[in-house]
């Protein structure tokens, strides 16, 4: 039987692949990323460092494009990504095409496994219906090794001698991208601009130039309610609010790449 992770270079992948490797073994194993060409220079390290602890085989997976790339080849810019999104162009068809192609896996003797745990758990029909007909399931809803929440999942890293990348520590929800998601919420993206602002004011710029392109002053890669609002005006608002604020009230949005519905 071929096991194949959907391995993010994040954390919760990583404790799930562990767990795959623990119930199977490794000689079938494969540790799939997909790799979208703004990942942060701490992921390549976590990602070598926890695939020799994993054992397997690695499977380095590059589109070639980055997601603004993405954006600017199909002139949208859109929460809603769909197939014209830079998840499914970036991460989801490079899996796919590698899955397909792969003469020596099939339906019949593969398993798909996604780093989802159980405050997820209600994606997974979502994930099964886009990855049918291969079975797949959730290694961090395992019974045998205790369903996993955030607090196990770093405690599992920190057993293992694992750690994770730097964005984490920084306060990001998840390490995809680069701290950048077209799905993360204004607090996402403040934390983004007080931790990275020269990384803040590339995407700043990209989408400056998107919008250029698309003829566009409505839209931004982020929303208040039911407004668009762009980098460069929440950059301009954070900038002239005084020292207290409610973070409450900024969503941070979270990656769900693989697991959306398409």
């Given at each position: ?17 562990m ?109 099964a ?98 407004k ?35």
């Open positions: 039987m071929n096991h194949i992770v959907f391995f993010s270079s994040g954390a919760a992948s990583t404790v799930a692949a767990r795959v490797a623990q119930k199977y073994g490794t000689e079938n194993l494969y540790l799939l990323f997909a790799d979208t060409g703004i990942e942060d220079e701490d992921n390549y390290r976590f990602l070598q460092d926890s695939a020799n602890h994993i054992g397997g085989q690695l499977v380095h997976l590059k589109d070639g494009r980055t997601p603004w790339d993405v954006f600017n080849q199909g002139k949208w810019l859109s929460h809603r990504q769909g197939e014209k999104g830079c998840s499914y162009q970036l991460k989801v068809l490079p899996c796919k095409e590698w899955i397909e192609n792969n003469p020596d896996i099939s339906p019949e003797n593969t398993v798909l496994y996604f780093g989802i745990n159980f405050e997820e758990i209600h994606r997974i029909d979502a994930i219906a886009n990855w049918s007909p291969y079975k797949v399931e959730t290694p961090l809803c395992w019974d045998e090794f205790g369903w996993a929440d955030k607090a196990k999942i770093f405690s599992t890293l920190k057993q293992a001698n694992l750690t994770p990348p730097r964005l984490y520590e920084m306060g990001f929800s998840h390490a995809n991208c680069g701290g950048f998601c077209i799905k993360a919420g204004l607090g996402h993206y403040r934390n983004l601009l007080k931790q990275m602002p020269e990384r803040y004011a590339h995407h700043e710029q990209q989408e400056k130039q998107l919008l250029a392109i698309m003829g566009r002053d409505d839209i931004g890669i982020l929303r208040r309610q039911s668009g609002i762009t980098l460069e005006e929440w950059r301009k608002e954070i900038e002239a609010e005084p020292i207290q604020f409610d973070l409450f009230n900024e969503a941070l949005g979270g990656c769900n790449c693989f697991t959306e519905v398409i």
